[in-house]
């Protein structure tokens, strides 16, 4: 099925760090949404974007749905420690299900 | 609410055996979903349901795979004869709508930690 390319699969940064990660896709998509994963946890949403070149905020989260509407980024500004986790894009066309990315493991060193 | 009831958290099995996740969503609900997480395929959609009624389940692996949803408050996935390549975690979700505007109301529950022997 179709599926969307996340990357980087896994990032070790040092806290205070800035991070960024994205998504891109073969073809569009009208919803970019972006997930976090606890560990031991179900995804649960971030941030959702509905518009072409929209960018939005949530704390130190920032994300951005791309012009041409197959790709959006995801920035974390001054990590901390509970930021680890798994981060997963999602997109989605029109009424279907979510396509996700396969997730970008981050990892915070105090 | 309580959110996405899944059971169990753990299960460990041997090959051949067959398996059971259940889930309960969330009251109201209207659509549930069945996810396959694993390293090398990210999250996968398996199955999902509205009203109770199958819509796709273009993403079930395999016949060995089987899911149902009697009722509005319950859902089982099924893998008989489990086998090891089955091992993943397993998540339920359910939402009000399918509308890209109500995206916020997918929740994931806690998810079951299959290991087949």
């Known amino acids: 099925g179709q599926q969307l390319n996340q990357s980087p699969q896994s990032m070790f940064i040092q806290e205070g760090e800035d991070v960024s990660m994205n998504c891109t896709s073969s073809s569009i998509f009208n919803t970019w949404l972006w997930y976090k994963q606890d560990p031991g946890e179900g995804p649960v949403l971030l941030i959702a974007?509905?518009?072409?070149?929209e960018l939005t905020s949530n704390g130190r989260l920032t994300a951005q749905f791309g012009i041409t509407r197959k790709d959006s980024f995801l920035n974390i500004s001054a990590s901390i420690p509970s930021d680890v986790g798994i981060y997963f894009c999602a997109g989605q066309l029109g009424n279907t299900p979510l396509v996700f990315g396969k997730g970008t493991r981050l990892s915070v060193i105090a | 609410d309580a959110g996405v009831i899944q059971s169990p958290r753990h299960e460990v099995t041997e090959m051949g055996q067959e398996v059971t996740l259940r889930c309960k969503p969330i009251s109201g609900h209207d659509y549930l979903f069945w996810y396959r997480q694993t390293m090398m395929r990210g999250l996968e959609l398996l199955i999902y349901f509205n009203n109770n009624v199958p819509i796709d389940d273009s993403g079930m692996p395999e016949d060995r795979f089987s899911a149902k949803m009697p009722n509005a408050s319950f859902s089982t996935l099924k893998i008989q004869p489990s086998e090891p390549r089955d091992s993943a975690v397993y998540f339920c979700a359910s939402s009000l709508f399918l509308d890209r505007t109500t995206n916020e109301k997918l929740f994931f529950g806690s998810g079951t930690q299959l290991s087949v022997l």
């Open positions: 974007l509905y518009k072409a070149g």
